[in-house]
């Protein structure tokens, strides 16, 4: 176990709370990264989906850090349940505008989802199974 990990499971309250508060943000700031009710330029498109990606696999290794000893059911149920909670974040932040009614569509939603969810989950895999 490295000394950042030793420090991480020394704080593990303030760990957590870090991770689930930045989950919530990212979901909340991030979505939709792919809007298709609503057309952008392609460099914000690039851009907005290169952002979300790296929010998301930098997630999944701050989650294998702070979740090391956890399970696959468990860390993609936290997962799906953070996503959903940022996304209701963005609902109420643009409570009453325009942008809610092409926003929250059922395929830009299930896309983010379903991505981000899988994107956070793979990636803290990948590195429990490899033990970090």
């Known amino acids: 176990m490295?000394?950042?990990?030793?420090?991480?499971?020394?704080?593990r309250k303030m760990a957590c709370g870090i991770v689930f508060g930045f989950m919530i943000f990212f979901s909340c700031f991030s979505f939709p990264f792919i809007n298709f009710t609503r057309d952008f330029p392609a460099y914000i498109k690039i851009s907005t989906i290169?952002?979300?990606f790296g929010a998301f696999i930098y997630m999944g290794i701050a989650e294998a850090n702070v979740f090391m000893e956890s399970t696959f059911g468990k860390i993609f149920f936290m997962n799906l349940m953070l996503v959903v909670a940022?996304?209701?974040?963005?609902?109420?932040l643009e409570f009453g505008e325009v942008s809610n009614t092409y926003n929250f569509t059922v395929l830009n939603?299930?896309?983010?989802i379903f991505v981000t969810?899988?994107?956070?989950t793979i990636t803290w895999y990948y590195l429990y199974s490899n033990k970090i």
């Open 2 to 11: 490295t000394q950042f990990q030793k420090i991480i499971q020394a704080h």
């Open 50 to 52: 290169a952002v979300t």
């Open 86 to 92: 940022g996304m209701g974040a963005r609902y109420l």
């Open 109 to 112: 939603s299930t896309v983010h």
């Open 117 to 120: 969810v899988v994107l956070t």
